[in-house]
């Protein structure tokens, strides 16, 4: 994670809820609904819940897809998903704080954190994007500042100002938390799941749109 001078920080975070009742492996308690920021700091048991998050994103039936039915054990069948769709899903994006103010841009219903790549057109390309609704967050370059409206759908909505140089550096501190995450995630299953260790890594590469982690050999 990196911060500004202005007291900006920028995190990726997941969607997740209240996971009491999961049992196939460790997860943190966490509140009803929330976001966790993905990072290389994470512990065994935040790890556990954000697989369990991305799993639970993409725990899909199969249908007329091609798809083999699900296998009669619970491990498997839970990650069933995750391991089979080609194409994975991750509910969250980046959030940002003016931690003076207390203003933050959360992402909205639908977005995934795959679609962070939309932040590099507000920044090198259209300068303008969206990150779904309800809130509806929007970006939008002015020049060499870059407005962030926290819910463009309220004409009151709380607003941020961002330099250009600031928040393409905060994106690729962003990026860089997110890899730290993954080959966290990678060291987590191989101690936790070997038999899947290497499909659900690879697969939570792809929900993250990032390249699959190496996995360890003595975890």
């Known amino acids: 994670m990196l911060q500004t001078s202005r007291v900006i920080v920028l995190q990726p975070v997941l969607e997740v809820y209240a996971s009491d009742d999961f049992t196939l492996w460790p997860v943190a308690k966490s509140a009803p609904y929330g976001f966790l920021p993905l990072s290389g700091a994470l512990d065994p048991a935040e790890v556990g819940t954000a697989v369990m998050r991305i799993a639970d994103c993409n725990n899909i039936d199969p249908e007329d897809d091609g798809r083999p039915p699900r296998p009669a054990d619970l491990l498997g069948s839970f990650l069933h998903g995750l391991l089979t769709m080609d194409d994975l899903f991750a509910s969250g994006g980046l959030r940002i704080t003016d ?79 997110l890899i730290d995450f993954l080959q966290l995630a990678a060291v987590w299953a191989a101690r936790h799941m070997p038999a899947y260790a290497a499909p659900v890594a690879s697969a939570l590469g792809r929900a993250l749109d990032l390249p699959a982690p190496v996995i360890p050999t003595n975890p």
């Not at 926290?150 to 009151?156: F, L, Y």
Request: glycine fraction near 10%.
């Open 99 to 177: 931690t003076a103010t207390g203003t933050t841009l959360l992402p909205g219903c639908c977005n995934g954190l795959d679609e962070r790549r939309d932040w590099l057109e507000v920044v090198d390309g259209t300068g303008w994007a969206s990150f779904g609704h309800d809130p509806s967050p929007l970006a939008e370059r002015d020049g060499e500042v870059v407005r962030l409206t926290v819910d463009a759908e309220h004409d009151n909505s709380p607003v941020m100002e961002v330099p250009v140089t600031d928040l393409r550096r905060l994106l690729a501190g962003a990026e860089q938390d």
